[in-house]
């Protein structure tokens, strides 16, 4: 059993910055690959991002390369999502999830998943 926890969301303007952070309850953390995801109003989820369960090997949508990086923390039991240059079109709520499954392409098909947090606001301005 994995209990997530997201903070970090707000308002932020174009071009702005946010650190979104997943804090993971459980001692197996470590052998959870991590996604972050997101849904705006009247769409479906989407995958954003994900990290296999090193952290060594990590894979992002085509929209947020290169404004977005993910991160975990083992030791910490806490996995980040750092968003730079946000546009508006990255509002929405974003989820973290855990799975014991491979993440990378894989983790980016429905059902992935074992456990999702609650989610966190983000909203960005024109």
């Known amino acids: 059993q994995v209990q997530l926890v997201e903070s970090g969301g707000g308002l932020v303007q174009t071009g702005g910055s946010l650190r979104l952070s997943c804090a993971a309850s459980g001692r197996t953390f470590s052998g959870y690959a991590m996604g972050w995801f997101r849904q705006a109003p009247g769409k479906d989820r989407e995958f954003v991002a994900n990290?296999?369960?090193?952290?060594?090997?990590?894979y992002y949508r085509d929209s947020v390369k290169g404004r977005f990086t993910i991160s975990r923390d083992n030791a910490k039991n806490m996995v980040y999502l750092q968003m730079n240059s946000l546009k508006p079109e990255d509002t929405a709520v974003y989820y973290c999830?855990?799975?014991?499954?491979?993440?990378?392409?894989?983790?980016?098909?429905?059902?992935?998943?074992?456990?999702w947090g609650q989610g966190t606001q983000v909203t960005v301005s024109s």
């Open positions: 999830a855990a799975d014991l499954r491979v993440a990378g392409v894989a983790g980016t098909s429905p059902g992935w998943g074992d456990y």
């Open positions: 990290i296999n369960q090193s952290g060594g090997s990590k």
